[in-house]
């Protein structure tokens, strides 16, 4: 079956996969060659194609099969563009999914059974992470309110209520530099909204090294992360956080009290330059350690 058809053509989608692309074209056919693989079919696929200027990816998405929506709009970043995306979507459940990424063939099934049993509180079902690309390995995922004060917890993939992207105002077009999915994702949290974890590696994760992760995110990541506690200086009051913390106590939490509140002393005393430095090593030696302990769940399977 084709990427986007579905299995009756009265029925309405389930699921709507919103895919922003900026010159990605390189990468649509293997994006689109996971999608086709999915157990569960019942999905749109949505492309925005966010002003791009590569003609290669230009010529790919008016080449795309007629059951791929393709909207144009000029270039105004990530954000924009999973915000026009989800807008157009003709599902509740919608998934935001970069054009160089892929999910596993289960994903959308499991993930779609678990939202179907979950109350309206949980606004998202997420997976881990199996990375590719310039690192390979594993990372593990996880909710946990405190512990997004201080870092993205969760992946910008998730299965995701279009009512509750709509209830909190969606994307923060703003934030063309990167952690949009962070601030995002700490805003549906401090909503009293709640997220589900399918705790196996569906979400394969595409690194490069003029990628968001290793490249401009870690080398803004003081600048980024001090918009976000800007925005968000309620939550970010001594009081707030204490007590975001105690309520956070279930064993969802990985990030403890002191090393919170080391982070956050430390990015107001260290130049950006310097807390960044450090971050992005930290960030690297993380990225190893999780791809020593795929390989290490490699072993034991085999």
Known sequence: MKAGARTSAALPPAVSIVVPCFNGGRFIDQLLASLALQLFNNFEIIIVDDGSTDPAT????ASLDPA???IRQE??????ARNIGIRAAQAELVLPLDCDDMIAPQFLAEAVALMAAAPMDVAAVFSHMQLTGKVKGLLTRHFN?????????????LLLRKSIW???GGYD???????????FHLRIAC?????????????????TGDGMLLDRSSRMHGKLWRSIRCKHADLYRLPAMLRLWRESRDGSGQI???????????TNILPDACYNWLIGVRRKRRLLEGRRAFDAVSLRSS
């Open 58 to 61: 230009r010529q790919k998405l």
């Open 68 to 70: 791929i929506r393709v």
């Open 75 to 80: 270039n105004r970043g990530l954000p924009s």
């Open 145 to 157: 309110r405190f512990d997004l004060l201080f870092t993205n917890t969760l992946p910008s993939g």
């Open 166 to 168: 709509q209830a909190v």
């Open 173 to 183: 077009e703003s934030m063309r530099d990167g952690y949009e999915d962070w601030e």
């Open 191 to 207: 909503s009293g909204y709640r997220a589900i974890e399918l705790a196996k590696p569906y979400y394969i994760y595409c690194i």
């Open 256 to 266: 403890s009290l002191l090393k919170g509140f080391s982070a956050y002393l430390l």
